[in-house]
């Protein structure tokens, strides 16, 4: 039986419950707390080698101390290990191989031990307190959350959340929003990060969730799911942009989210220090999207591109500055709500750019195909822009075109699969001109027009193409259109805004990543060449030692 330490069991048992109390945690963690503490006194005063155990009883408050050494034959370690005839006298019927209980001593805990069970105490408190701190708010991400402010370090807003803290860095506050100690504040959970100094609770009042989190709290069709808010932009402090959907057609989305004399817009509103809201019906038709996003902005036309994922709006003269906005901030939360690239143009140069490729295909076509300039812009008309489509396309569509038969159909056609095969030659000879390797033609995707843009680029070799990034390759920059909409654009969005090498010729993410992957696969061949060696070297000795 192991012997109580001497101590005060009353004292013991209401420092565990106060301490388990004040920081919400379980007792169990404090009591193995002071049990650790405990243990480190008594290794500290018989000595470190000892496996020394003790034991709380939270009924009692009975602290017990005790070591656990192993029967052995023959003792080598004196520390943890006993002979049958010691083990006889600490626990009748020891056998060889049984761990038994050696009682120790009463241990009265010196100024140093103390302060080392003190330490271990608070550490195994701190933890606890922390772990308990993740499990509460981990699956708490996209919530409100209500709190106080604790302090304000470097622009960043310290939150007390009650049961822990959350911090609202700079680029997540609503500009000019000025936030002081003891101010209270609301703020959506972001994300909850586990971490050594305790969980990173990261809020935001300048995220869309946060403007849409308020509306749901604000209008109960939203809450109930009759109306839902499919999608959101923001620039936080001055505009946002909400597209609405209603599932009850009774009921009108964009109203019920103003509310009586716009009461509950007004609300949202408040919260987000005056930021203006414009309210906007969603539709499942890009284009009449696009056109509601654009508001309070007139459009005549809209122009779609699924490929390159923009699209283009024809505005009135008069309109041009209100479908921008100050700044271009219309224009660039219409873009961030409908996610395409929107590029605004009057109706005047809408005209004179249309006019413009016009005339270029035409021109094109007249001299590829050999054709005189009204076929040439017959098939313009018709909404041929590329030989490859005269070339590929179904005869029968070029056929039906007025004035056009099934012999022109074959003859077109058959002058643009020419004309196609001398631009390759052409192309061929002047990559190989500038030095560009066969090795690049036969990588998937590869025409010889891109091995020309790639000689251009100084991108000569396997490895030089094995260098680059998908996006360094890919990536499209925006169009002239875009840049003049965002006016407020810097030297980081201009690095951004670079195209990819091979951009001209839209090549979709994964054709770009096959391109790369197929550039670097010499680089494993060359890794796995000197392994292939040395294990044919070491067949090789198996083998003449087998012989021998």
């Not at 009682?103 to 195994?124: E, N, W």
């Amino acid at each position: 039986m192991a012997t109580p330490i001497s101590a005060n069991k009353a004292e013991l048992l209401a420092i565990a419950n106060a301490v388990a109390t004040e920081k919400m945690i379980d007792k169990a963690i404090v009591v193995e707390a002071l049990e650790e503490a405990i243990q480190r006194a008594a290794r500290a005063r018989y000595g470190a080698e000892n496996d020394i155990r003790a034991k709380l009883d939270t009924q009692t408050g009975d602290l017990r101390l005790w070591r656990v050494v192993e029967v052995v034959e023959e003792v080598e370690d004196y520390f943890k290990q006993v002979d049958l005839k010691q083990a006889a006298k600490l626990e009748k019927g020891a056998k060889l191989g049984d761990f038994i209980v050696d009682p120790l001593p009463p241990v009265d805990l010196g100024r140093i031990d103390a302060q080392s069970a003190k330490q271990v105490i608070f550490q195994k408190v701190r933890d606890a307190e922390r772990e308990r701190q993740y499990e509460e708010f981990k699956d708490r991400a996209g919530e409100i959350i209500t709190g106080v402010v604790k302090s304000v370090e470097f622009g960043h807003v310290v939150v007390d959340l009650g049961r822990g803290e959350g911090v609202i860095r700079r680029d997540q506050q609503i500009p000019r929003e000025v936030l002081r100690t003891n101010d209270r504040v609301r703020a959506i959970i972001m994300k909850v990060q586990r971490e050594n100094r305790g969980p990173q609770i990261l809020l935001s009042r300048a995220h869309p969730d946060f403007m849409k989190k308020l509306f749901a709290q604000e209008v109960p069709e939203i809450y109930d799911g009759i109306i839902e808010i499919k999608a959101a932009a923001r620039d936080p402090g001055s505009r946002a942009k909400i597209g609405v959907l209603s599932y009850d057609s009774s009921i009108d989305p964009v109203g019920a989210c103003v509310g009586m004399k716009g009461s509950r817009v007004q609300a949202v509103v408040q919260e987000m220090q005056g930021e203006k809201i414009d309210i906007i019906p969603w539709s499942e038709d890009t284009a009449t999207f696009v056109v509601n996003a654009l508001q309070p902005a007139t459009v005549s036309r809209v122009v779609l591109d699924e490929e390159e994922s923009r699209i283009e709006v024809v505005v009135p003269d008069d309109q041009l500055s209100l479908a921008i906005g100050r700044r271009g901030q219309n224009v660039r939360l219409a873009s961030q709500l409908t996610g395409h690239g929107i590029d605004i143009m009057t109706e005047a140069e809408s005209s004179e750019k249309r006019q413009k490729e016009f005339v270029e295909r035409s021109e094109m076509f007249q001299e590829e195909l050999d054709v005189d300039e009204t076929l040439a812009q017959l098939l313009v008309a018709e909404g041929f822009s590329e030989l490859e489509e005269v070339a590929y396309v179904a005869r029968e569509e070029i056929a039906v075109i007025e004035g056009f038969d099934e012999e022109l159909a074959e003859e077109l056609q058959s002058r643009a699969l020419e004309a196609l095969e001398a631009r390759e030659e052409s192309a061929r000879k002047e990559r190989r001109e500038m030095g560009v390797e066969d090795a690049l033609a036969e990588l998937p995707h590869m025409t010889e027009a891109m091995l020309v843009a790639l000689g251009k680029a100084e991108i000569k070799t396997l490895d030089d193409l094995a260098d680059l990034a998908t996006d360094e390759l890919i990536q499209r920059g925006r169009t002239n259109e875009g840049r003049r909409n965002d006016r407020r654009n810097d030297r980081r969005n201009r690095v951004e805004d670079k195209p990819g090498v091979l951009a001209a010729f839209n090549l979709s993410e994964e054709q770009g990543n096959e391109i790369i992957m197929a550039a670097r696969a010499h680089w494993f061949e060359d890794e796995e060449a000197p392994a292939e060696a040395e294990e044919s070297k070491e067949e090789e000795a198996a083998h003449a030692d087998n012989s021998q």
